[in-house]
């Protein structure tokens, strides 16, 4: 489960809850006033969850055109044989995502973008929570690593050779490499051909114009 699936999980709960009870006690009544009903709770919930979510952090979400062009035209060895962009909304949350597939002579690999400022909230409650873990067995490990000066997580599986490393940039974006028959070199190599720069540089994009 990448960063904005955990978000929108959390956020998914958080929205359940009310829903549920406001199920509970639809058509009763209270000094003769009708409760409102389940629809009209979560529809106000809705209303409200895209600001709640964004925090102190008021920025819009980028087109994902933005986000797009960023991603490799080829990898080292492979060529791109798929890029797609896109600019959604679920339950109230905005997001924006770029992602791009590429096929070597037999490994593949998966590159996403997102603009996870929609969700600025909840990722400072997480606090990184999600790429905290650490683990190592016999078939692969889960850990935090270095490159280039900035801490991305890393996970792989020896035995099925495919893994997946991820950075949050500027606490808003989130690039997440995935492959299957590739190693974790091929796997930061191409994280690499990323512009994180360009993406730090774009920390403030989409804020409100004072």
């Not at 009903?37 to 819009?60: E, I, T």
């Amino acid at each position: 489960m990448n960063v904005r699936q955990f978000l929108l999980a959390a956020a998914l709960g958080a929205l359940v809850s009310p829903i549920y009870l406001a199920s509970a006690q639809s058509g009763a009544t209270s000094n003769g006033a009708e409760v409102q009903s389940p629809l009209g709770a979560a529809g106000g919930l809705l209303a409200a969850m895209g600001g709640a979510l964004k925090g102190n952090h008021q920025n819009d979400t980028v087109d994902f055109h933005l986000l797009k062009v960023l991603l490799p035209a080829s990898l080292p060895g492979m060529k791109r044989t798929f890029a797609q962009g896109e600019n959604r909304e679920e339950i109230g949350v905005k997001s924006a995502t770029a992602k791009a597939d590429y096929q070597g002579a037999q490994a593949s690999v998966h590159v996403t973008i997102s603009d996870l400022a929609g969700m600025a909230g909840l990722l400072d409650v997480s606090n990184g929570l999600v790429k905290d873990t650490e683990s190592e067995s016999d078939t692969g490990y889960e850990k935090n690593a270095t490159i280039g000066g900035r801490t991305v997580h890393e996970k792989y599986d020896t035995r099925a050779k495919s893994g997946e490393v991820s950075i949050i940039v500027v606490r808003r974006y989130q690039v997440e490499v995935t492959g299957e028959h590739a190693d974790m070199q091929t796997l930061e190599q191409a994280l690499g051909q990323v512009d994180l720069a360009k993406l730090e540089a774009m920390k403030d994009a989409g804020a409100p114009a004072k």
